[in-house]
């Protein structure tokens, strides 16, 4: 079963950046990551970030202009570049792929934007 790690969190002020990785186990062939989402506080999920079956990358209103997901199969790995950082952004954020059907979910990692 693949696993997904992520690493990259941390605080921040407000205007900073973050680089969230998340690198998955297992080969390569059979998963594919399908984007980021993030949970703030007392917050339901939600989506940052989703890859459809395409490979097109559709980023949520509220962080379009300020952040970018990118790749590297040639590590198994996925990165969200964060840029612009506002508090609002303050959350857990997880990386997701799906792997034979199973929808799999990175621990979360934390990123918390001063004011």
């Known amino acids: 079963q693949v696993q997904l790690y992520e690493t990259g969190g941390g605080l921040v002020q407000t205007g900073g950046s973050l680089r969230l990785s998340c690198v998955a186990s297992?080969?390569?062939?059979?998963?594919?990551?399908k984007g980021w989402y993030r949970q703030a506080p007392g917050k339901q999920r939600e989506v940052v970030a989703t890859?459809?079956?395409?490979?097109?990358?559709n980023l949520a209103d509220s962080v379009k202009g300020r952040f970018a997901v990118s790749r590297d199969t040639t590590k198994n790995a996925m990165y969200l570049e964060m840029n612009s950082l506002r508090p609002e952004d303050t959350a857990v954020y997880y990386c997701?792929?799906?792997?034979?059907?199973?929808?799999?979910w990175g621990q979360g990692t934390q990123v918390t934007v001063s004011s």
């Open positions: 297992g080969n390569r062939f059979t998963f594919d990551f």
């Open positions: 890859i459809n079956s395409g490979g097109n990358i």
């Open positions: 997701h792929a799906l792997s034979r059907s199973v929808l799999v």
